[in-house]
Nanobody, 126 residues
Framework: QVQLVESGGGLVQAGGSLRLSCAASGRAFGTYAMGWFRQAPGKEREFVAAISWSGTTRYTASVEGRFTISRDNAKNTLYLQMNSLKPEDTAVYYC????????????????????WGQGTQVTVSS
């Protein structure tokens, strides 16, 4: 079992930055593939970024070049650095985890993941 707790959300002006953190409990964090998803009001939860347990990354096109996903396996923590934020980035952001037998495998769909955090609100004002 893995428990995930997100933090770092808040209100920021367009063009600003935020760093989200996701603290994971449980064993073997280093062998979990991780991801960030977001859900805006009235919309489906969507993929934002993912990282394999070896550090390979993937981003959705709308955040490429602005967001950076990273992980610190020694601290059991996942991060999402968000720069040049836009009003359309406003959403509840969720981190997700799943065990992976492949060190380079990345997962981009909600159904790929077994564990979810409670979410943290990010609001970008124009």
């Amino acid at each position: 079992q893995v428990q995930l707790v997100e933090s770092g959300g808040g209100l920021v002006q367009a063009g600003g930055s935020l760093r989200l953190s996701c603290a994971a409990s449980g064993r073997a964090f280093g062998t979990y593939a991780m991801g960030w998803f977001r859900q805006a009001p009235g919309k489906e939860r969507e993929f934002v970024a993912a990282i394999s347990w070896s550090g390979t990354t993937r981003y959705t096109a709308s955040v490429e070049g602005r967001f950076t996903i990273s992980r610190d396996n020694a601290k059991n923590t996942l991060y999402l650095q968000m720069n040049s934020l836009k009003p359309e980035d406003t959403a509840v952001y969720y981190c997700a985890a799943r065990q992976s037998s492949s060190y380079a495998r990345i997962y981009s769909y909600t159904y790929d993941y077994d564990y979810w955090g409670q979410g943290t609100q990010v609001t970008v004002s124009s």
